[in-house]
């Protein structure tokens, strides 16, 4: 039952059609960008009450007073000098034109300059996206809070965190668990549960299996308790909503939502581990997790930690001790809490466009948070069959991907990969390594980092040239995809994603671009000629986010992922499951594309 999002079936007639009729809502809807800075901040001030009980010292704070319990806090002078990750976003005017991302890592310190300055200061943002309609003489409705998405608090130094031990022995709170996922696939389950039962560690969790409903639940669960997993612990997932009893990504979806459910909100647990059954684990997989668990509670910029790493191939994955942060959601193999949980439940979708996993890479979902994943994998896919998978032998994930066999033992240098620490390393790192051409020409690189600038629209020939299997980028961190060549790396930057880059080296919104909503069915060349412009592929890329769709139209089933050449757009057809959601892709939109259920969205220079 792997939901591996490997996408072959997608690829095979190279860019498809929209796919509308395969998905259905997902949480989120039309959020305005000062109600949602104010309901930021409400809820700011909030959790600060109720993590730190002084209500007089956040008072103090919010009004830049100077008492001597924060003589030390400076009062910046905008959003973008509050964070470290922000330098040099002023001059780029980032407040204006991404104010929800900025109000997301600016930290909490800062509160009197955290939101509002920052989005009510004058845009020059070169996108001129229309308001929202307001009826006259009212005020437009917040947006419903999900639940516990608090904004988080600001990192710490990584020199002021002392991590807990390694494992949970440090936190006696701490009630982890692992669930292995399975559907109809006794093949599978056996070797992976043989495998995890093994393990070093295994006696800090408590194991379960949970089978979803199919004909073989009996058959699966069978093979759980021979493999020594007592049937107390063994879950039968419920049937699926009979509207998407024929959508296999929906019942997908279903099963994590059970499960998730079940060992949080049910059994109590603080920490889960969920783990598919045709992925064995490596030798050390749990050591990961033990070693990585506190950064969860120590760091609000992460939200997982995961074992798989989508350019771990065998060419370029080798060190089996590195570990690095990436903001595109991995799977397979991953750990989340209940905290977490708590946030995500409000929203989980019913019947996600394109899978549950792409669900979480929504920016209204991961809200910029990021993930700690292993240079080499601790997974091994095992399946050739499945929802997402069509392999064969000989030619599978297990061929072409690497595999660690380095032996139980924690991790070091962990505190490396709090945010604050990590960030400033890769900010060093892209400004001292030598530009490049391609991979090709890092034999010339001196001092071991090579950078090469990228745009979407070349990553085909990127990928194809160091044998990556993803279609679009992944295992990347804000922008940059870096993978191994021999003892150094490669840094790939995307123009357009990275604020690592230099300023002339970024790529920005064409100045006279205008963001103009199409009538539905109706292409871009034709709409932005109506206004006397021209549409440009090359500006398509800016609007392609859930933030600029949200601009322009109600959104009022929230954003989705979905693949098609008119994307972005704003689906309007009544017998459209995903009616009333906004679309975004990983790319291959074009100006001339159409689709008659939807309106797009068009950069009309």
């Known amino acids: 039952m792997s939901d591996r999002d490997i996408e072959a079936a997608d690829e095979a007639d190279g860019r498809p059609k929209s796919k509308l009729n395969s998905g259905s809502d997902v949480g989120g809807g039309v959020t305005l960008p000062i109600a949602f800075a104010l309901l930021s901040l ?34 910046p002078v905008s959003c ?17 034109s991404n104010p929800r991302y900025m109000a997301i890592v600016c930290p909490a310190a800062c509160a009197e300059v955290l939101k509002l300055p920052c989005i009510r200061e004058k845009s020059s943002s070169p996108i001129q996206l229309p308001p929202l309609p307001t009826l006259p003489g009212t005020l437009p409705p917040p947006p419903p809070p999900p639940a516990m998405a608090l904004p988080p608090a600001p990192p710490l130094p990584a020199q002021a965190v002392a991590l807990t031990a390694p494992g949970f022995a440090g936190n006696p709170q701490a009630k982890p668990a692992i669930v292995v996922l399975t559907h109809s696939r006794p093949e599978y389950l056996r070797p992976t549960l043989d495998a995890l039962l093994r393990l070093q560690g295994v006696q800090e969790f408590t194991l379960y299996v949970s089978a979803d409903d199919s004909p073989k639940q009996d058959e699966v669960l069978n093979t759980a308790a021979q493999a020594g997993v ?72 992460l939200w997982c930690i995961s074992a798989w790493n989508d350019n771990g191939l065998k060419n370029l994955a080798q060190d089996q001790e590195r570990l690095f942060r990436t903001d595109y959601f991995p799977g397979l193999g991953w750990m989340l809490t209940r905290q977490l949980w708590e946030e995500l439940r409000q929203i989980w979708p019913e019947s996600p466009s394109t899978g549950w996993d792409h669900w979480m890479r929504l920016s209204t979902v991961s809200k910029g948070r990021e993930c700690v994943v292993p240079e080499v994998p601790r ?42 620490a ?62 191994r060549h021999g ?23 064409h100045p006279s671009m205008q ?36 601009q322009v139209f109600p959104c009022e089933k929230g954003c989705g992922h979905q693949t098609g050449g008119d994307i972005p757009n704003y689906v309007l057809a009544p017998h459209q499951p995903t009616r009333f959601m906004c679309l975004i892709s990983d790319g291959g939109s074009m100006c001339n594309a159409a689709h008659p259920d939807t309106q797009r969205l068009c950069p009309c220079v």
């Open 515 to 550: 963001a103009v909503k199409a009538a539905q069915g109706v292409d871009c060349d034709s709409t932005c000629s109506k206004v006397g412009k021209s549409c440009d592929n090359s500006q398509l890329p800016f609007l392609n986010t859930c933030e600029a769709l949200a």
């Open 42 to 75: 409400t809820m700011l001030i909030l959790f600060a009450i109720t993590s730190h009980g002084h209500i007089e010292e956040l008072t103090t704070q919010a009004h830049g007073s100077t008492r001597a319990h924060n003589s030390m806090a400076r009062s």
């Open 422 to 483: 990590y960030f400033q390393r890769m900010k060093n790192t892209v400004a001292a390594a030598e530009r490049i051409g391609s991979y090709q020409e890092m034999g010339r690189v001196s001092n071991g980092q090579g950078l090469v600038l990228y745009t979407r629209e070349q990553y085909e020939g990127i990928a194809g040239s160091i044998g990556l299997k993803t279609p679009n980028p992944r295992a990347t961190y804000r922008g940059i995809m870096t993978v």
């Open 379 to 420: 997974t091994k896919h095992i399946g050739i069959s499945g929802t997402n998978v069509h392999e064969s032998e000989g030619n599978s994930m297990a061929d072409h991907y690497s595999f660690a066999s380095r032996q139980p033992s924690p991790f070091t240098g962990i505190e490396s990969l709090l945010d604050g």
């Open 230 to 301: 007592p049937t107390s612990n063994h879950w039968r997932a419920p049937p699926v909503n009979p509207q998407f009893a024929a959508a296999p990504l929906a019942k997908i979806a279903h099963h994590f939502r059970f499960v998730m459910e079940e060992a949080f909100m049910i059994k109590g647990h603080t920490h889960l581990l969920l783990l598919e059954d045709d992925l064995v684990p490596a030798p050390d997989f749990l050591q990961l997790f033990l070693s990585t668990a506190p950064l969860l509670t120590q760091d609000p910029t």
């Open 487 to 509: 003892q150094g790396f490669v840094h790939f930057a995307d123009r357009r994603i990275s604020m690592l880059l230099r300023p002339d080296e970024q790529l920005r919104p």
């Open 80 to 96: 973008e000098d509050a964070h470290p990750a922000c330098e040099g976003w002023a001059q780029l005017k980032e407040c204006s």
